[in-house]
């Protein structure tokens, strides 16, 4: 039986998706046996859409399909819990098993804070995060950096450290703290992030700690919910994955990994916190005064549901039709995202004009975090 805290090495017990999988397929084979058993009505997950630079969000009800969305994709900027929300708030009873990673998670935490949806109809199968790198910037780095056709490569990884591809001809890794000295790497919300094993969700699943014959075949899975245990047990019963108690050594390792990773990403949020302390209103009021009032970082935003249409009139604070538009435009945001921000760097990624709004949010976010309970993610709605 399994229980919270216990850790196992797994892995897919169908060839098939032993093979498609990136570590061995267990995430992919618990999905399809959650849906198969009747565990959940539907699953989401990633497929790749026209390359591996499009990762798709995808709603599955049959089993069949559920193996089209095995392996890692490190390229996508995805935020899911809006897919959620939409899904749960159409599908009144129904059930869904998500694969999450942390700021996935943290973003249903908050929506759920905020009684947009129910996390008891929802399985969170967590991936471990080390990072992930936006589409464009994936092409530009491996077209510069690795000197590659973006187009030719098929597949990329972040492993050990590096950022490694597959493609026609060949595979090139470089490490991670080169491409970031250099200005390419992880997006830069990622690179402050502390979600790196989302304990939050019913299993946390990864490629730490996974050494000897199981290295690269198998998944580290930690139980963290009584949810989590569950689905591990009947699948373990039924066949569809297979199992075997954690090496102590890897534990050990993966301990560490988790220790340098959380030890760098509060390097980052100092050497990025103290750069905007220098001159916050200054950079603030510089740097959005090229806003041209698309309402993106709202409508985007996990945590701004669902009043983006507050934002759009005529208030008190705001004037409709003014571009720029007054301060209180982004004091107001930031305001009402002060208490929840999770750093997923939608709001900064798909800013038309390139406006660092993850980072002031974030130091705001940090600054509240430092002085208020309950802390970000943290009881009543841990599990
Ligand atoms: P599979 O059976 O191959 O299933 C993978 C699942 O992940 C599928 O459901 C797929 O749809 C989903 N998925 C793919 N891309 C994304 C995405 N971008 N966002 C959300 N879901 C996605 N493990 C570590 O130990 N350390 C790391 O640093 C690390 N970084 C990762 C970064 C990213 C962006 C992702 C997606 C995963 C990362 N992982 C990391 C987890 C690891 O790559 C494997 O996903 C995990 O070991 C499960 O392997 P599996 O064979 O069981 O998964
Ligand atoms: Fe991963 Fe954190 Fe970046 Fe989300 S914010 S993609 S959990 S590193
Ligand atoms: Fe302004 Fe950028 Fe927000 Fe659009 S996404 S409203 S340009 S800050
Ligand atoms: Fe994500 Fe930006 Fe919203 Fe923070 S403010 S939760 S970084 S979209």
Redesign the pocket.
């Known amino acids: 039986m399994a229980a919270i805290g216990d850790m196992f090495y797994?892995w897919?017990a169908d060839a098939d998706?032993l093979k498609?999988?990136?570590?061995?397929?267990?995430?992919?084979?618990l999905?399809q046996y959650a849906l198969k058993s009747g565990m959940v009505d539907a699953v989401l997950?990633?497929?790749k859409g026209a390359d591996l630079y499009d990762?798709v969000p995808t709603v599955i009800t049959d089993p069949a399909e559920v193996a089209e969305?095995?392996?890692?994709?490190?390229c996508?900027t995805?935020l899911?819990s809006k897919v959620v929300k939409d899904y749960l708030d159409a599908n009144k009873t129904a059930r869904l098993g998500v694969?999450?990673?942390g700021c996935?998670t943290m973003g249903l935490i908050e929506l759920a804070k905020r009684n947009q949806v129910d996390l008891d109809r929802l399985l969170l199968?967590g991936?471990?995060?080390?990072?992930?790198v936006s589409p464009v910037a994936a092409r530009k780095m491996i077209a510069e950096k690795f000197e590659v056709d973006p187009d030719s490569v098929h597949k990329e990884?972040?492993d050990k450290g590096q950022f490694i591809i597959e493609y026609e001809g060949g595979h090139k890794g470089i490490k991670i703290d080169e491409l970031e000295d250099e200005g390419y790497g992880r997006r830069s919300n990622c690179r402050r992030c502390l979600y790196?094993v989302p304990r939050q969700a019913d299993l946390a699943?990864?490629?730490?700690?996974v050494i000897g014959e199981k290295a690269g075949k198998a998944?580290?899975v930690e139980v963290c919910s009584e949810k989590g245990a569950n689905l591990l047990d009947a699948a373990m019963k039924a066949g569809a994955v297979n199992t075997e108690p954690a090496n102590p050594k890897g534990i050990e390792i993966r301990g560490k990994?988790e220790g340098a990773?959380l030890g760098l990403g509060n390097k980052w949020r100092k050497k990025d916190f103290e750069a905007l302390a220098s001159d916050v209103w200054g950079t603030i009021g510089h740097e959005t005064g090229r806003c041209i009032k698309c309402y993106s970082c709202i409508e985007n935003c996990p945590v701004c549901f669902p009043v983006a249409e507050e934002f759009k009139g005529n208030s008190r604070m705001i004037t409709s039709g003014e571009v720029p538009p007054n301060p209180m435009f982004h004091l107001r945001r930031f305001a009402h995202i002060s208490d929840s921000c999770i750093n997923c760097g939608q709001c900064e990624e798909l800013c038309p004009m390139d406006i660092p709004l993850a980072l002031f949010s974030h130091a705001i976010r940090t600054e509240s975090d430092s002085a208020f309970e309950p802390k970000l993610g943290k009881a009543p709605y841990s599990n």
Request: aromatic fraction near 4%.
């Open positions: 797994t897919a998706v498609r999988g990136e570590c061995g397929g267990a995430i992919t084979a999905q997950a990633v497929r990762a969305t095995a392996g890692s994709l490190h996508g995805l899911l694969t999450v990673k996935d199968l991936v471990n995060c080390g990072g992930s990884e972040i790196k699943c990864g490629n730490w700690g998944t580290f990994v990773m």
